[in-house]
């Protein structure tokens, strides 16, 4: 019998997303708003301290933890935002990004057949690593209620088996801009206490935050709710708040028992984040806020700008964004949102994000990022408009 490809890993598919952009890839003058990321490069400080810690010979391994003087700034980073006090040696993991968080935090935590609950429609790299780990996804739909999404309890409940060990949730999320409330947290971390479950939350976007009249304050943070003894992990990155997203370092903050398990699974997949790399991050905690308030002024402006204009355009409804900066309009009467992205790709040259990508109760949607520069915004949003028209 022939050599293949493990059937474990046939069953992860290839997102859509990605799907699109190789074909926009080989086209010119495509509009892009499909990834996640802003337009803004790393600020040059932290560029600088890259390059100093390459001169200072930050060039050999750390721990598979991390370098203690970044696991003892985010923990500063946590008192100053949360009033929270995680022990950056034993409850803080810095990562090959927040991706690689994920996967070695759900690694941790599963074992082949076990099932995750996921809230959905979410970004596909969580769903992913379950799969990756032998595990089954279930999806949990997020509700629409008052023209805000929630979490739907009767569901997760009705998701529930004996081999369920995992409940996974975004907030800010990606790609619905929901952010839970505090009396959400309260109850999935109830449930998860009840049902003897780890909970995992994906807080990659806790900076951008729109439900304040004060940009800069964070979303909430689980951590401020928890006992050190919850089976709790949060995951995080640089990529967003510090436009960061090239270099790829996040970290997870969880209990000290899934935290040792966490370094040491690293040291199998990357052994550790570049060190080089380390450095810069710690810089960027330590004098971002500046600049991170101005992309923050810059995204709302985007973001209210991208609001007004999809309500404008026919059979388009959209929800308020909490936190993130996305968009996830849906269509009336689009049925196959992958194809419809890729007409528009094709017959206007925008690149949106199909919402079927992002798992159940994303059909019928796109997702949009507003973090793009503004003129390539109104352009795509102009095309976009008039190609909802002729449709």
Same mark, same amino acid.
């Given at each position: ?52 810690? =390459? ?11 991390? =370098? ?22 034993? !409850? ?10 994920? *996967? ?27 799969? =990756? ?40 999320? *990606? ?61 995080? $990155?640089?990529?967003?708040?510090? $436009? ?21 699974? *690293? ?28 992309? /923050? ?38 049925? *196959? ?7 528009? /790709? !094709?017959?206007?040259?925008?690149? /949106? ?14 997702? /949009? ?7 390539? =915004?109104? !352009? ?12």
């Amino acid at each position: 019998m022939p050599a293949r490809v493990a059937p474990s890993a046939q069953r992860v598919p290839y997102t859509p997303v990605r799907e699109l952009a190789e074909r926009a890839m080989r086209m010119d003058g495509v509009l892009k708003l499909y990834f996640g990321e802003s337009s803004i490069p790393t600020p040059e400080f932290i560029k600088q301290a890259a390059c100093r810690a =390459l001169q200072e010979n930050y060039t050999f391994y750390s721990e598979n933890a991390g =370098l203690p003087s970044l696991r003892r700034a985010l923990a500063r980073h946590y008192a100053r935002l949360h009033g929270v006090e995680p022990d950056p040696e034993r !409850e803080i993991v810095v990562t090959a990004s927040g991706v690689q968080a994920l *996967n070695v935090a759900i690694r941790a935590v599963l074992d082949p057949g076990d099932e995750a609950l996921v809230l959905t429609p979410v970004w596909p790299n969580g769903p992913a690593n379950v799969i =990756l780990a032998g595990g089954a996804v279930r999806e949990v739909p997020h509700a629409r209620v008052g023209g805000r999404y929630s979490v739907d309890f009767d569901a997760l409940r009705s998701a529930l088996t004996s081999r369920t060990r995992l409940l996974l949730y975004t907030s800010p999320s *990606n790609p619905l801009g929901w952010v839970a409330t505090r009396e959400e947290q309260e109850r999935l971390l109830a449930f998860a206490r009840e049902h003897e479950l780890w909970l995992l939350a994906d807080e990659v976007y806790e900076r951008l935050y729109w439900r304040t009249g004060s940009l800069g304050e964070p979303a909430p943070s689980i951590l401020r709710l928890v006992r050190r003894e919850d089976a709790v992990i949060v995951v995080q $990155s640089f990529s967003k708040s510090y $436009s960061m997203t090239g270099w790829r370092v996040g970290w997870l903050v969880a209990r000290a028992d899934l935290a040792a398990r966490a370094a040491q699974l *690293n040291e199998y997949i990357v052994s550790h984040a570049p060190t080089f790399v380390q450095k810069a991050a710690e810089i960027a905690l330590e004098h971002g806020e500046p600049e991170l308030r101005l992309m /923050l002024q810059r995204l709302k402006e985007n973001r209210d700008l991208a609001l007004a204009a999809l309500r404008a355009m026919p059979r388009v409804t959209v929800a308020e964004p909490e936190g993130a900066f996305y968009l996830f309009p849906r269509i009336a009467g689009v049925e *196959n949102a992958f194809a419809f992205c890729l007409r528009l /790709l !094709e017959e206007r040259r925008v690149g /949106l994000a199909p919402g079927s990508a992002f798992g159940a109760g994303g059909e019928g949607a796109v997702r /949009l990022c507003f973090a793009a520069d503004r003129r390539i =915004l109104e !352009e795509a949003l102009d095309r976009l408009a008039e190609f909802l028209v002729r449709l």
